[in-house]
């Protein structure tokens, strides 16, 4: 299914700790149209609760959340 996602953009927040990568993505989510498709790169571990948990809250759907080699990535659909 991913292979026919466009991603919109890449924000890339690694080395960022709580909360920042939440904060500046709810910001940048601001500036992207409703079904772009975001992508999120962290390394802060706790962001993947974040995350789980922001996207219910918003409404946003979050389509994949994955690591691989300690990088935390979120793929997320603006609702």
Known sequence: ???TITITQT?????LACPLPIAKT???????APGDVVEVLST??????DFT?????TGNP???ASVQNGVH????RKR
């Open 1 to 3: 299914m991913l292979d």
């Open 11 to 15: 924000l890339d927040f690694c080395g």
């Open 26 to 32: 709810a910001i940048a989510m601001k500036s992207v």
């Open 44 to 49: 802060d571990p706790g962001s993947v609760p």
């Open 53 to 57: 948990a922001w996207c219910q809250r």
């Open 62 to 64: 979050l389509i994949e």
């Open 73 to 76: 990535r979120f793929v997320i």
